[in-house]
């Protein structure tokens, strides 16, 4: 049987804040899920529990939870069957930090609730940080968040806490892969409970470069290890180049073989600074590509994503899925998981009367018209119509077809609680459930947090995000069909200077559209962008270039940030 991928589980991150410490005599207060899949969050569920017992003063010091916000709280019955619609996806995996305390404290739950316990893997997220972090880092969901750069919102809370942990399992997962080349979910569970071992790099090699060492830049780039040859033998990325390089050369850090043969053949290095995190790693993809590095393990670090593509090398469009966009064609997405794109080309078909089947209209053979025609859900080009304006009709269904992905969220989702509604009017409630969660899914897809989606060679916004280092400051991201093109630093009260101005004008507003490449390169681009940005942009504001009628409107808004809090728009 073939090995589930890392990606293809869905982590269940749960966390719960209890009244104390003993599951048995202990209840829980409030409780948080987390879905995490194929790298992105496609879910939430957090909710107060009435306890029935008297929360302990140092408690709601610490939680802000008192006896009176739980006193109307759901009962612990009336949240079960939500959080067993979390566990009981394909594939689950209960995912917590300490692990242990909330699986025992929900397994208890569902004990007095005659309710059977849960069977399923348990991933222990400080188990893993133990075992691929250096031995100095404290591994704390606090202290882990700010190694990892996130922010957590309502810390203490259930559902800040969850959040927080499911981001540090993002950034886990990739070192598991890139450091111990751990690919499938049985490799990451083998890997939690495998006895620590750490590897010394020798003196001399660490007296030997600690000029360079000294001399890093606490700033995001990209560094490279050279053998005796001169030949890049690794290429990394790193939030601080001074404390991730620094790290290869410290007692307690090298936790795997693979790093210790690396460091054994290290004879030299150099490194670029970016700027910017995501900078980093756009550089860091390129220059694997181009040097094939012997110590590089890409394995399934970069995730597939596909697309809903409207074909333009035929007569008569088509629509479909795929995950190849080297094709000519006109690409939206990339979405969440295929189940999504799917569903988007399903909701497609039911209300446009355009090609559903596969045969290869040449214009001079003429076909029956198959019961699509029949049912008025497509124009049946097949029957080789010779009017006048049926190419004009054709077209104009394409036409609609676009401005439905423009701006599909509203229409989807109407499509979806349609379904909802008729799977639980027959009580198919589990039906009913995968509805909601894909609509849930829909809604998390990359730059899609409006009612906005747009073709590739359209997606453009600015990104606003709280300076990595220093609150004082913020980055600026543009990105114009996708592509990250400028980035600028400035003070949260400056004022927009004007080289930002007429590079924002000249971005979007110059008349000119820039031609998008269909290669992989691009579209290796497009998923790191994405990665990160489903990892960053909640602490930030998206500014949806297309939503505004000038640079006047974009500029104001952009103003506004200077004094109000970073949040998503």
Not at 339 to 354: C, G, P, R, S
Not at 388 to 417: P, V
Not at 476 to 501: E, M, P, Q, S, V
Request: with cysteine; proline share 4%; aromatic share 12%.
């Amino acid at each position: 049987m073939e090995e589930l991928s890392i990606w293809d589980a869905n982590f269940i991150v749960i966390d719960v804040e209890t009244t104390g410490n003993n599951p048995r005599d202990n209840r829980i207060m409030d409780i948080a899920a987390v879905n995490v899949n194929n790298g992105h969050i496609v879910g939430e569920f957090s909710s107060l529990i009435n306890p029935h017992q008297f929360i302990p003063y140092f408690i709601t010091q610490m939680t802000g939870i008192t006896n009176e916000a739980v006193f109307y709280a759901p009962e612990p019955f009336a949240i079960a069957p939500k959080l067993l619609s979390f566990f009981g996806k394909p594939n689950s995996v209960f995912v917590a930090h300490n692990a242990n305390f909330d699986f025992s404290f929900v397994n208890e739950t569902f004990k007095r609730l005659k309710l059977p316990p849960l069977e399923i893997p348990v991933l222990d997220t400080l188990k893993l940080a133990k075992r691929l972090l250096a031995d100095a880092q404290k591994k704390s969901v606090g202290n882990l968040a700010h190694y990892f750069g996130i922010r957590i919102r309502n810390r203490h809370t259930a559902l800040g806490d969850a959040k927080a942990t499911a981001k540090i399992l993002l950034h886990l997962l990739d070192i598991a892969i890139e450091e111990h080349e751990i690919t499938s979910l049985d490799e990451l569970l083998a890997f939690q409970n495998k006895k620590l071992s750490y590897f010394v790099p020798q003196k001399s090699m660490v007296d030997e470069f600690q000029d360079k060492l000294n001399s890093l830049p606490d700033a995001p780039g990209v560094y490279y290890f050279l053998d005796k040859k001169g030949k890049i033998i690794y290429v990394g990325k790193a939030r601080s180049l001074k404390s991730r390089v620094s790290s290869y050369f410290q007692p307690g850090n090298i936790t795997s073989y693979k790093l210790k043969e690396l460091t054994k053949n290290i004879a030299d290095m150099k490194w670029q600074e970016t700027y910017n995190e995501l900078s980093a790693l756009l550089l860091e993809a390129k220059e694997i590509k181009k040097y094939e590095p012997k110590f590089n393990f890409v394995g399934l670090r970069l995730r597939s994503f596909p697309f809903v593509r409207i074909t333009t090398n035929e007569i008569f469009p088509k629509v479909e899925v795929t995950f190849n966009t080297e094709q000519e064609g006109e690409y939206y997405g990339p979405f969440l998981n295929k189940q999504v794109a799917i569903l988007v080309k399903e909701v497609i078909e039911k209300n446009f009367k355009v090609v559903k089947c596969d045969k290869d209209f040449k214009g001079t053979t003429e076909y029956e018209p198959c019961i699509y025609h029949q049912m008025g859900k497509c124009l049946a080009p097949c029957a080789y119509r010779q009017e006048n304006d049926f190419a004009d009709k054709y077209n104009q269904e394409i036409s609609n077809i676009r401005s439905f992905l423009s701006g599909f969220a509203r229409g989807l989702q109407e499509e979806l609680k349609k379904k909802m509604e008729e799977y639980s009017q027959s009580l198919e409630f589990e039906k009913a459930n995968e509805i909601k969660q894909a609509l849930i899914s829909v809604e998390k897809v990359f730059n899609n947090s409006e009612e906005y989606f747009n073709s590739l060679n359209r997606q453009n916004f600015i990104l606003v995000l709280p300076h990595q280092f220093d609150d004082m400051f913020y980055d600026i991201y543009l990105f114009k069909n996708n592509k990250l093109i400028y980035h600028k630093t400035l003070g949260r009260k400056a004022i927009l200077n004007i080289d930002l101005i007429d590079r924002i004008a000249n971005t979007y507003f110059n008349g000119f559209a820039m031609k998008m490449e269909n290669n992989l390169e691009f579209i290796e681009e497009i998923k790191i962008t994405n990665s990160w940005l489903a990892k960053n942009k909640e602490s930030g504001t998206i500014i949806y270039i297309d939503n505004y009628p000038n640079l006047d409107k974009v500029i104001e808004q952009l103003s506004t940030l200077n004094v109000q809090p970073i949040e998503i728009l």
